[in-house]
């Protein structure tokens, strides 16, 4: 056990008395000793005295549920009422690599995916352990022992709690086969359950970022380039060091911050300050040239293939009809409601940092990397995460406090404003798809092209050669649709500005093109698009389902409203099958949408109340997107600064959401984000119903639409 976690354990305050106990679980060693000490577990388990079970969790909470969902799998193992679980942050440490993504992360809709059988293990192993130790103290078989409820249960009436059992259960070996649960015998995954983390977002002690105090501390504002990636020539802080609360005016690596001893202070001297730039060469950037760049990419890159099914060249040749399109999706900021914010305290050669992080590996390492420190001497500690989205996987704000920290020799806890947030992002990239498609003389496809340019993120974030293929911008590339010939193809192109992972990914980018270029190859039929979808998915049981699902829910083909249409889309996303249908019209020339409906496959549900709340937040999320959302650069300077230009949906603009889950026994699906993609060409789709323009580039907006 690190000193690191150790200290972690000492002051997490769930964690009272009780023995705490490590698990090895599949492509990971632990063991726990006599004391109680951990080494390398994937899940953590504490019983505390009063019976109280804590995970400690390797995920990161930022409204997804994990608090409520990942307990429940120990709680149906373990055979305790989920309200005695609470739930504790890991800190760093390589055992929580997600086994999904190749790093102790929170995103890609994994935590319940990596958690199903992992943390249900975990939970089985702690039981077997506990009735061991009951069978030993009454001398009885462990076969006529069972739990419930926190007690191991014996004959005649003999009991014990866990806490009791916890010592001498932890001087036990830790069994590597225990037996599961059937699901059938589930009692709490499956069940609409109330999340545990609400009563402290409710009653205000729910500790996000921005809540975080320490002694001393003080706060900082960062002024930072204009144009992303600039540097400072000079700076005159003499205005800002005059003004009251002032501490210090220190320059880092991502410009000249201002430190006080309240952030507004801290704000409005930094107002004052006088910076001169390098703005380097992204103040040749904006949306035309980086487009330009992307649409000739194709000239001098290296074209890489995804998958290739059958010989759609010859296929092409041999159709009765043919068709082509290009579609493009704009750059997008993450929005977290939430704006980039951590707190840093070095001392003595070492560094706590404590704030909202989806990446604690990444946190750490750039930290130490920065500050010239060993990793082990980085302490990080997650909070609640206002909203992350993919953009706190990014830890640039987590580096600039430790930074602020190390200049000015006292805790800082460093703000980013609305508009930094907005102006300094990780954006979505910019992409471009070149589709194609062939059909026979009766309208069946019979060949189909998909060519995505775009930028690569993991190129970025972590090192991918180049020339290698991103399978994070491979995401719903391929259809799920029984067309016999198919190439998909990506060409990667770096626009100059940078990039980062936002909800949904690649999917998003890639449902767009694709589902909207399947309603074209449909009118080009002259098939119904429902009806031309379902025709190619004899071999997809759980696509053509949930595609009958939706569309009957909807009331695909009946009459309508006057002035509403409908559309729809279908997608794979993380395992999990999806249709939506979008019910529009147009109110006083504005496109509005007043009806969604989505039908998800989503595999084992473990809490159904949080996966239908996931896809709901997630049409909130892509709508906002595909209705408005857009970062437009000039001279290198992002335009939009806060919601008045970047608009997210409001209340009003919410469209009612009928959600049908499809009860299911395969692996679990992530819910977090699938839903986000699918919106865009569902809204695309009724659109074309609506106008009959095909509208190619995100986002509808009335610009776009009458341009189209």
């Not at 026979?440 to 972590?462: I, N």
Request: some cysteine.
């Amino acid at each position: 056990m690190t000193t690191t976690r150790r200290d972690f354990l000492k002051t997490s305050a769930v964690l009272g008395g009780g023995l705490t106990f490590g698990f090895a679980l599949p492509g990971a060693l632990s063991q726990a000793d006599a004391a109680g000490t951990l080494h390398t577990p994937n899940a953590w388990v504490h019983i505390a005295d009063d019976n109280t079970v804590t995970l400690i969790s390797a995920r990161s909470e930022m409204g997804q549920g994990v608090y409520t969902s990942l307990p429940m799998l120990i709680a149906e193992e373990l055979g305790v009422d989920i309200k005695k679980i609470k739930v504790a942050i890991a800190p760093p440490n390589a055992v929580y690599t997600n086994a999904m993504l190749g790093a102790q992360i929170t995103g890609g809709s994994t935590s319940v995916r990596e958690g199903w059988e992992k943390l249900r293990i975990a939970g089985a192993q702690v039981r077997t352990m506990l009735v061991s130790a009951a069978a030993s103290k009454w001398n009885v078989d462990a076969s006529t022992l069972r739990v419930d409820n926190g007690k191991v249960l014996g004959a005649n009436g003999k009991s014990a709690t866990f806490g009791s059992l916890a010592e001498a259960a932890s001087k036990l070996p830790v069994p590597k086969d225990v037996v599961l649960k059937d699901p059938k015998d589930f009692k709490i995954v499956g069940k609409a359950t109330k999340r545990l983390d609400t009563p402290q977002k409710v009653n205000g002690t729910a500790v996000y970022g921005i809540d975080v105090k320490l002694p001393g501390m003080v706060y900082a504002s960062l002024e930072q380039c204009p144009v992303i990636g600039g540097k400072v020539v000079s700076f005159d802080a003499a205005k800002a060091k005059a003004m009251p609360g002032v501490i210090d005016v220190v320059q880092i690596d991502d410009g000249v911050a201002v430190v006080a001893n309240s952030y507004w202070r801290a704000k409005k001297a930094r107002e004052t300050l006088s910076v001169k730039w390098d703005e380097g060469a992204g103040a040749k950037l904006d949306n035309a040239v980086m487009m330009a760049g992307i649409r000739n990419a194709e000239k001098t890159a290296k074209v890489l293939s995804i998958k290739k099914t059958g010989d759609s060249a010859a296929a092409m040749k041999g159709a009765a009809k043919t068709l082509q399109a290009q579609y493009e999706s704009q750059l997008l900021a993450h929005a977290t409601l939430e704006p980039q914010n951590f707190t840093a305290d070095f001392k003595d050669g070492k560094c706590l940092v404590i704030g909202p992080t989806q990446y604690q590996q990444g946190a750490q390492g750039a930290v130490a990397k920065a500050l010239g420190l060993k990793p082990e001497d980085v302490t990080v500690q997650t909070t609640f995460i206002g909203g992350g989205f993919g953009r706190r996987l990014d830890v640039d704000f987590i580096v600039q406090a430790a930074q602020i920290s190390k200049a000015v020799g006292k805790p800082v806890k460093l703000l980013w404003s609305r508009e930094d947030d907005t102006t300094h992002d990780f954006y979505r990239p910019m992409a471009l798809h070149r589709m194609a498609a062939g059909l026979d003389a009766s309208g069946k496809p019979v060949a189909l092209d998909f060519q995505l340019t775009s930028q690569s993120v993991t190129q970025r974030l972590f090192g991918l050669p180049k020339d290698t293929l991103d399978p994070f911008m491979a995401e719903a590339a391929v259809v799920g649709y029984d067309i016999p010939n198919m190439t998909q193809d990506l060409v990667i192109h770096d626009s100059g500005l940078r990039v980062g992972y936002w909800r949904s990914v690649s999917h998003a980018l890639n449902a767009f093109a694709n589902e909207c270029f399947i309603d074209e190859m449909a009118a080009a039929a002259g098939k119904d698009p429902y009806a031309f979808r379902l025709a190619m998915l004899q071999t997809q049981p759980r696509f053509a389902n949930v595609l009958k699902l939706a569309a009957q829910k909807a009331g695909w083909g009946a009459p309508l409203p006057a002035g509403h249409f409908h559309g729809i889309a279908l997608m794979e996303g993380y395992d999990t099958y999806m249709a939506q249908v979008a019910e529009i019209s147009f109110v006083d020339n504005q496109l509005k949408v007043h009806r969604v409906v989505v039908a998800a496959d989503t595999g084992h549900m473990v809490n159904p109340d949080t996966v239908e709340a996931q896809l709901q937040s997630s049409v909130a999320f892509g709508l906002s997107a595909a209705l408005g959302g857009q970062i437009t650069l000039d001279k290198g300077r992002v335009q939009q600064s806060n919601f008045h230009d970047y608009p997210v949906v409001r209340m009003a603009d919410m469209p009612k959401i009928d959600v049908i889950l499809v009860q299911s026994t395969e692996k679990p699906g992530g819910v977090g984000e699938p839903a986000t993609a699918l919106i865009g060409p569902a809204v695309a789709n009724a659109l074309f119903a609506a106008t009959g323009k095909r509208v190619r580039k995100m986002p509808l907006s009335v610009d776009n639409i009458r341009t189209a």
